[in-house]
């Protein structure tokens, strides 16, 4: 029985759910890219611990290489602005690339990354998303073609999803107690 850290409310997808969610994409990513070597672009840090999951479940030549960007700070909601902290080593042009990230919240972060790398002429760009946080009444400006799954809109951590840089170590994904951000 997994542990639950005091900080958390409930666990939202335990490392069994996370398991399989993993091996489904990965499956999929495979079948897609089979004979086209994609870069597989990790957006740190969040997305550290899923990409080192998915990568294993890609049964096919990749490479990875990793983008670092700012848009929260140590806050809770998107400023909207999006930082490159750190960017490629690899020339993605004529490349097939996938992007992976933790999380989909306002789709600020990911749209900008992905117009951002379109223009450096790669043979494509698709973005594998963890998860995708379901806010009502609202249409992200992007759709991930891979989804790890979709979640309600709640301040989620764990399996690298971070507050304030805390609780990426936490192997399950659950629910940040409102107290402790607010
Ligand atoms: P977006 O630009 O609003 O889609 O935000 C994407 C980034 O915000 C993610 O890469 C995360 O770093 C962060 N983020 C958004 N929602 C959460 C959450 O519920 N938990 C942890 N980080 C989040
Ligand atoms: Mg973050």
């Not at 990749?62 to 602005?81: H, L, Q, R, T």
């Not at 659950?174 to 107290?179: A, N």
């Amino acid at each position: 029985m997994t542990k639950l850290h005091p900080d958390v409310s409930s666990i939202l997808l335990s490392e069994e759910d996370i398991h399989e969610i993993v091996a489904r994409v990965g499956a999929q990513i495979t079948e897609d890219y089979r004979d086209k070597n994609p870069l597989i672009v990790a957006v740190l840090r969040g997305a550290v611990v899923f990409v080192a999951d998915l990568l294993r479940a890609i049964d096919c030549p990749c490479e990875i290489d990793f983008m670092a960007v700012s848009s929260y700070g140590n806050d809770v909601k998107s400023s909207g602005v999006v930082r490159i902290m750190k960017d490629l080593n690899t020339n993605i042009e004529g490349r097939h690339v996938i992007v992976v990230e933790d999380i989909l919240d306002s789709g600020l972060t990911l749209s900008y990354l992905k117009d951002l790398l379109e223009q450096r002429g790669p043979a494509s760009v698709e973005v594998a998303a963890f998860t995708i946080k379901d806010i009502d009444g609202y249409e992200p400006p992007l759709t991930p073609r891979y989804v790890g799954c979709h979640i309600p809109n709640e301040f989620i951590v764990g399996y690298g999803l971070d507050y304030a840089e805390h609780y990426r170590n936490l192997p399950y994904v659950g629910i940040l107690k409102p107290e402790v951000y607010s």
